[in-house]
């Protein structure tokens, strides 16, 4: 899949988030890029840029050192399309529900969520995304 066929797959498993994450996420952007750049690499210490599926960017800070926790409109989650699709290629699971554990998981820790209550959401049907 291309970068827009996959940037049309998580704008989908946006739209169709668990309730309970969909309402931290009515304003966020979403982007699709092959690979993390040097600088966000640098940035975040990666090894290896495979290290990556998805990263949520919160654009702004209410004061210093304290960012919103609900998606503002500079908000955005970044998608990278080349560590999923090898991860997808490795696991020989279905590409959408790859793309919706990454999606779910990065938005879950961003927003505070457990991991017990990440793995709730992770287990909730999800038929409806195309």
């Known amino acids: ?13 946006l739209e169709h988030l668990p309730e309970d994450l969909l309402e931290f996420c009515s304003d966020l952007k979403l982007e699709v890029e092959d690979f993390p750049d040097e600088a966000l690499e640098q940035e975040l210490d990666l090894d290896d840029p495979y290290e990556l599926l ?17 998606a503002i409109g500079d908000d955005l989650l970044l998608v990278f399309r080349r560590p999923l699709l090898d991860l997808w290629c ?4 279905d ?3 790859v793309l919706r554990q990454a999606m779910i998981e990065e938005l ?3 927003f ?3 991991e017990n209550e990440i793995d ?7 038929q409806d995304v195309i």
Do not use: C, H, W
């Open 54 to 70: 998805a990263l949520y960017r919160s654009g702004k800070e209410i004061s210093p050192g304290v960012e919103t926790k609900t």
């Open 120 to 126: 709730e959401m992770l287990n909730q049907p999800y």
């Open 90 to 93: 490795e696991s020989g699971d």
């Open 108 to 110: 879950g820790k961003f």
């Open 112 to 114: 505070d969520f457990s």
């Open 95 to 97: 590409l959408m529900g």
């Open 1 to 13: 899949p291309s970068l827009d066929d996959l940037e049309v797959m998580a704008a989908s498993v």
